[in-house]
């Protein structure tokens, strides 16, 4: 097959794919999803910064834990909640990793965690779907999550991976329609890039 013919099936699968994520509702999906993820960050940026201006500065807060607290113990409740779905900002632990003593060996174990906590939920969801009453009762209140998953599968562990999106919701829903394993773990390690994104982001403001 010559070069041109291969330009030419790579472009038609590439608009193939897009005029399914288009017909199915992925990007208006996308964009509400993110719409709601707005709100949260909002109010937890406010909250810093009325702490920052009228209680604590933030940065002597976030020595203050450096000092204080043993990082195993920070890890601990990160791993935590990023397997159990992730109710801790992760940007307050990137924060955390910018006034250590070794803030991107911080940074980067916070994106291993972060990415073997999703592999937890996953397994979390794969247990579930074994459990009869436990599945229907998940299916009925997850039924929207379990249902774009198995429209869009690794697109939607890309988005949950990179995204201000619930990362461990997505993987427990890939778990639950036993998405292929292998395929989640090349997917999510896209996590990965976004604790170097977002820790450059939020190092270079400390």
């Known amino acids: 097959m010559s ?3 291969k330009k030419t099936n790579r472009k038609s699968h590439w608009r193939l794919l897009h005029q399914y994520y288009t017909y199915t509702g992925f990007y208006s999906f996308l964009g ?3 719409i709601k993820a707005a709100p949260p960050i909002l109010i937890f940026t406010a909250i810093l910064l009325g702490i920052h201006f009228f209680v ?3 940065n002597t807060m976030l020595i203050y834990v450096t000092d204080n607290f043993p990082p195993i113990g920070v890890f601990a409740i990160f791993f935590g909640s990023e397997s159990f779905l992730g109710l801790i900002p992760p940007e307050i632990f990137i924060a955390w990793c910018g006034k250590s003593a070794y803030p991107l060996w911080f940074l980067s174990v916070l994106g291993i965690l972060s990415y073997f906590g999703g592999i937890i939920s996953y397994f979390l969801g794969r247990g579930i779907a074994s459990i009869p009453s436990v599945f229907v009762f998940l299916e009925v209140k997850m039924s929207k999550q379990i249902k774009n998953m198995r429209k869009w599968g690794g697109i939607l562990i890309i988005a949950g991976a990179l995204l201000p999106l619930p990362f461990a919701i997505a993987s427990m829903s890939a778990g639950i329609i036993k998405f292929p394993f292998g395929s ?3 997917y999510g390690v896209l996590r990965l890039l976004r604790f170097a994104v977002y820790g450059a982001l939020i190092f270079g403001t400390l």
């Open 3 to 5: 070069m041109k013919n």
């Open 184 to 186: 989640y773990l090349l």
């Open 56 to 58: 604590i500065d933030v």
């Open 32 to 34: 509400r999803s993110l």
